[in-house]
């Protein structure tokens, strides 16, 4: 517009010199007349100038900084009185634009902080429901297994998943937020295995002492009855063979049944030490080895010359590693080509073993607490393991592999 109107003025001013040079000769009058004119018309191009073309830039130049989307310019008054209202309204607009993107930014900063921080997993979709970012806690706790179930998720709703062959439970949820007026899918990934044990403790911790404390003031009390000299029979010095003596062992068996349910609930803080992993099983390894020959059942060990140094308790780590070496034995079952290897390598432990394996149903129900497949069992030997490797830090896995149907588990210490 602003060229245009300077072509205007240019062909006006040409064709007035044009007048001025055809008429300077012949009419005299004429030529002042017609110069004023030209003066005057100059001053009326300047005056519409002001008032017209350079109010018009100056909103074309607001829309431009709109367009590029640059809130930190302000348009200058034109001088041109309803320009000037445009004007302060449009430097408003930007003024109250600047201040709701700074706080949205803040917002937005604060929000991905948060996100990134949070211990719960934050998953992200498009619109279609393919998976677009993560959290660092979602990246941690994504595996196949989860994935597919949150697919399988309808939106809005909630479930629990247990995995198997882990002590690992999350609370998965499928939810949505408004983007643009359709509805944004995401997913949120919640560890209650935490909070699961804790609640799972406090339970049974009351229960065990309760029965432990019932049980062991009879058992004591018996006991006492059965050792006095009152007891024994009239005109006869020893007392006869079984009768008390059988009661007494049969008292002391439930005793220690009971006893073993308490001390679940009180496992030592571990005192961690840098160790060496395969010089530790090495140390447990006669204990183990008497294990297995009882039950003819062939123990190998592979071990690296090289050192796996891991922080652990000693004496804890010997009893994670006998009960799930003792777990083994029993799955192995004495056959002629039962066997359990144990391997460290780069601060994972496996132990591997041939036994009849666990099925899909009590994979469901690992290091439950009082959970056991063996009829005589108690369900403490998985549950103690648990305790003590949390308690390391460690993450640990027991499966069957339906490949070559062996059974592993897995641990691994942390950095």
Same mark, same amino acid.
């Given at each position: 517009m602003k060229y245009s109107f300077l072509l205007l003025s240019l062909g006006i001013l040409l064709l007035s010199a044009a007048a001025l040079f055809a008429t300077f000769h012949s009419h005299p009058l004429l030529f002042y007349v017609t110069e004023a004119f030209a003066v005057l018309l100059l001053l009326y191009l300047v005056y519409f100038y002001h008032k017209t073309i350079r109010p018009y830039d100056t909103l074309i130049s607001g829309m431009e900084l709109v367009r590029d989307l640059d809130l930190t310019t302000r348009l200058a008054p034109s001088g041109q009185y309803e320009t000037d209202i445009i004007v302060r309204t449009f430097n408003d607009l930007l003024n109250r634009l600047r201040s709701e993107h700074l706080t949205l930014e803040e917002q937005y900063t604060f929000l991905n902080l948060?996100?990134?921080?949070?211990?719960?997993?934050?998953?992200?979709?498009?619109?279609?429901?393919?998976?677009?970012?993560?959290?660092?806690?979602?990246? !941690?706790? /994504? @595996?196949?297994? %989860?994935?597919? +179930?949150?697919? &399988?998720?309808?939106?809005?709703?909630?479930?629990?998943l247990r995995l198997n062959g882990t002590p690992q439970i999350y609370r998965l949820s499928h939810l949505s937020f408004p983007d643009r007026g359709y509805q944004h899918p995401f997913y949120l990934i !919640?560890? /209650? @295995?935490?909070? %699961?044990?804790? +609640?799972?403790? &406090?339970?049974?911790e009351r229960v065990i002492r309760m029965i432990a404390h019932e049980v062991n003031n009879s058992v004591a009390g018996i006991v006492g009855l059965l050792e006095a000299p009152s007891n024994l029979p009239v005109g006869d010095e020893t007392p006869p063979a079984g009768g008390p003596r059988e009661a007494r062992a049969r008292l002391l068996a439930m005793s220690d049944f009971v006893t073993r349910f308490a001390s679940v609930v009180k496992i030592p803080e571990p005192h961690l030490q840098l160790c060496d992993l395969s010089e530790e099983v090495e140390a447990c390894r006669p204990i183990l080895e008497s294990l297995c020959h009882a039950a003819h059942v062939k123990l190998h060990c592979q071990l690296t010359d090289e050192a796996i140094p891991v922080r652990l308790d000693t004496a804890l780590f010997q009893q994670v590693l006998i009960n799930i070496v003792k777990n083994s034995v029993e799955s192995v079952g004495g056959g002629r080509d039962g066997f359990i290897a144990i391997t460290a390598s780069a601060r994972t432990l496996t132990i591997t073993d041939n036994g009849r394996?666990?099925?899909?149903?009590?994979?469901?129900?690992?290091?439950?607490?009082?959970?056991?497949?063996?009829?005589?069992g108690q369900g403490l030997g998985l549950l103690l393991v648990r305790d003590i490797l949390t308690a390391h830090h460690c993450t640990f896995t027991l499966h069957t592999d339906p490949?070559?149907?062996?059974?592993?588990?897995?641990?691994?210490?942390?950095d």
């Amino acid at each position: 517009m602003k060229y245009s109107f300077l072509l205007l003025s240019l062909g006006i001013l040409l064709l007035s010199a044009a007048a001025l040079f055809a008429t300077f000769h012949s009419h005299p009058l004429l030529f002042y007349v017609t110069e004023a004119f030209a003066v005057l018309l100059l001053l009326y191009l300047v005056y519409f100038y002001h008032k017209t073309i350079r109010p018009y830039d100056t909103l074309i130049s607001g829309m431009e900084l709109v367009r590029d989307l640059d809130l930190t310019t302000r348009l200058a008054p034109s001088g041109q009185y309803e320009t000037d209202i445009i004007v302060r309204t449009f430097n408003d607009l930007l003024n109250r634009l600047r201040s709701e993107h700074l706080t949205l930014e803040e917002q937005y900063t604060f929000l991905n902080l948060l996100i990134e921080a949070s211990p719960m997993g934050v998953v992200q979709c498009n619109l279609e429901g393919d998976i677009t970012s993560l959290n660092p806690a979602a990246r !941690e706790m /994504l @595996t196949p297994t %989860v994935e597919e +179930a949150l697919h &399988a998720l309808p939106l809005g709703s909630e479930t629990t998943l247990r995995l198997n062959g882990t002590p690992q439970i999350y609370r998965l949820s499928h939810l949505s937020f408004p983007d643009r007026g359709y509805q944004h899918p995401f997913y949120l990934i !919640e560890s /209650l @295995t935490t909070e %699961v044990r804790r +609640a799972e403790k &406090a339970a049974y911790e009351r229960v065990i002492r309760m029965i432990a404390h019932e049980v062991n003031n009879s058992v004591a009390g018996i006991v006492g009855l059965l050792e006095a000299p009152s007891n024994l029979p009239v005109g006869d010095e020893t007392p006869p063979a079984g009768g008390p003596r059988e009661a007494r062992a049969r008292l002391l068996a439930m005793s220690d049944f009971v006893t073993r349910f308490a001390s679940v609930v009180k496992i030592p803080e571990p005192h961690l030490q840098l160790c060496d992993l395969s010089e530790e099983v090495e140390a447990c390894r006669p204990i183990l080895e008497s294990l297995c020959h009882a039950a003819h059942v062939k123990l190998h060990c592979q071990l690296t010359d090289e050192a796996i140094p891991v922080r652990l308790d000693t004496a804890l780590f010997q009893q994670v590693l006998i009960n799930i070496v003792k777990n083994s034995v029993e799955s192995v079952g004495g056959g002629r080509d039962g066997f359990i290897a144990i391997t460290a390598s780069a601060r994972t432990l496996t132990i591997t073993d041939n036994g009849r394996g666990i099925s899909t149903e009590a994979a469901q129900h690992l290091f439950t607490p009082f959970f056991s497949t063996k009829p005589q069992g108690q369900g403490l030997g998985l549950l103690l393991v648990r305790d003590i490797l949390t308690a390391h830090h460690c993450t640990f896995t027991l499966h069957t592999d339906p490949a070559d149907h062996l059974t592993r588990f897995t641990i691994l210490f942390p950095d």
